[in-house]
């Protein structure tokens, strides 16, 4: 046998092992004492946990664990684990030297001497962060396909429902309206209109179940989120309550979306209702509107600009299971008897028709956040230039039905109308509303009157025409008749031809 076919002695192989654990940079592999102190370190090891040798050989593998694993005892567990069955294995939290963590595999195994002696520990770290993000995005893709799956499943469920009961209504309230001509006792006239009134909610039901399967008929055009919600703002108001802080917090200059104004209305009614449910001990429900730029697909949304209509409340919460199956119809942690559940699935019908997606963000005892998501249109808002001065009104009255008349008498000159249902609403609508040119408020309302009311608002807007009107001015007025001075005042009652006239002599 020559000399290069001798074999390798065991220090030679030693060497060749030792070098090549060195150079491995996959994996961190290193030798511990029996104690738990670093006694070797490779190139791997370095480069995953940004230590270099000379800093880490001598100091104890616990550091890399993070506090709360080491107050729970883990490193210690570890390596008891590997010395007395052999081997130990497990996944989790890391750090580096910076700080940072990582996601780690880690195996741990016993090294012993020929005598079966304990002399330490060989242990094996892989970072498997990318894989860890890789597999729960999968999962979550997996549980969004099986939720739009289970929805699309309700949705044709719940649609062929409504469209049967609405043909069962028709026969209904056909009948309802033929017997009408023929019942004459007063007790039979009550009874029916008992039966009618029923029949009207279960049409209201229906329209709710075809609004969440997508197959509800929509007005779209386009509109301005926040010009919406301003005209319907004292509404919105009075489905709070008074326990309750309401904020409103509108962009200016939203881009346009498509809307159904009267079915985004709703929506909206829904949103603040369920919000004032879950604040019982009163709170804060803040109502927004805000544009947003997706960068990348989210959910079922595609990347683009969208105009976001959120109502976030600071009461109660919901827990995941329960906010993953809140826009389900029926589903309704409610009292029986206190709500169908079927609010805010006519709210994800909406934003699901319209393009767009509802967004639930809760967390017990924290509160909730619900935004809906609109595509928004290439075009910034502009609903056209005002034609005239007075082209847009603030109608300020407490008394929710003359408001809501009131407001309707605008509407039918051609006017862009605002409502707000106290002085203190009416001056947050005209600092958020600069371009008003006109206000009608009523004059005897509880807390600020008003004429407190035009005051502060001629301060903040002086060209602002400002009309009052009362029945009874006397309360507010007092023993100063002249506080009316400069300001207009239309008597109650009014008639339409009584404002029409009034509008003409103030220009």
């Known amino acids: 046998m020559s000399g290069d076919d001798q074999p390798a002695s065991p220090a030679t192989e030693l060497d060749r092992l030792r070098l090549f654990i060195s150079s491995v940079t996959d994996y961190a592999i290193y030798m511990l004492s ?28 616990s550091r890399f664990y993070s506090p709360e694993d080491q107050a729970d005892g883990l490193p210690a567990r570890a390596l008891r684990t590997a010395r007395d069955t052999g081997k130990f294995e497990a996944e989790g939290w890391r750090l580096r030297k910076d700080g940072s963590r990582f996601w780690a595999s880690v195996v741990i195994d016993p090294v012993r001497d020929w005598r079966g002696e304990l002399v330490g520990f060989a242990k094996i770290t892989r970072d498997i962060t990318e894989c860890k993000h890789a597999a729960a995005a999968l999962e979550k893709t997996r549980e969004a396909l099986l939720q739009a799956q289970k929805m699309e499943a309700l949705g044709q469920l719940t649609g062929g429902i409504a469209h049967d009961f609405n043909n069962l209504l028709n026969v209904v309230t056909n009948g309802i309206s033929m017997l009408r001509e023929r019942v004459r006792e007063a007790a039979d006239v009550r009874m029916l209109d008992a039966i009618d009134h029923a029949a009207s909610r279960g049409a209201l039901l229906t329209q709710q179940l075809l609004s969440f399967a997508r197959q509800q008929p929509l007005k779209q055009e386009p509109r301005d989120a926040s010009r919406v919600i301003n005209s319907f703002e004292a509404v919105l108001r009075r489905a709070s309550r008074s326990a309750i802080a309401f904020e409103v917090k509108l962009a200016a200059r939203l881009p346009q979306v498509l809307l159904d104004a009267a079915q985004f209305e709703t929506a909206l009614l829904n949103l603040v209702a369920n919000a004032r449910d879950a604040t019982p001990d009163g709170g804060r429900i803040v109502l927004s509107t805000r544009c947003v730029e997706l960068a990348q697909k989210r959910r079922g949304l595609q990347p683009g600009k969208y105009v976001v209509v959120a109502v976030q409340d600071t009461g109660q919460g919901m827990s995941p299971d329960v906010a993953c199956r809140a826009v389900e119809p029926f589903f309704t ?20 028709q319209s393009g ?59 006017f862009d109308v605002l409502s707000a249902d106290s002085g203190e609403h009416a001056l947050e609508m005209l600092e958020r509303t600069p371009d008003l040119s006109l206000m009608l408020s009523d004059v005897v309302m509880p807390g600020m009157s008003g004429i407190q009311l035009a005051r502060k608002a001629k301060v903040l807007s002086p060209a602002l025409k400002v009309i009052l009107s009362s029945g009874y001015a006397n309360p507010a007025v007092g023993k100063d008749p002249g506080c009316l001075d400069g300001f207009n005042f239309l008597p109650k009652p009014y008639r339409m031809a009584d404002l029409v006239k009034m509008l003409r002599s103030i220009g």
């Open 356 to 414: 767009g997606d509802l967004d639930i963000v809760s967390h017990p005892g924290q509160g909730t956040t619900m935004s809906m998501y609109f595509p928004a249109l290439d075009v910034l808002h502009d609903e056209g230039p005002e034609p005239d001065a007075a082209e847009k009104v603030l109608v300020v009255d407490d008394q929710p039905d003359v408001l809501e008349i009131t407001s309707e008498l605008f509407r039918t000159l051609g």
């Open 333 to 352: 942690t409610k009292e029986l008897g206190k709500g169908t559940g079927l609010g805010l699935s006519q709210v994800y019908g909406l934003v699901q």
């Open 34 to 61: 029996p104690e738990g102190k670093v006694a070797s370190w490779n190139a791997g090891a370095e480069r995953f946990k940004g230590y270099r040798a000379d800093e880490i050989i001598g100091q104890h593998f």
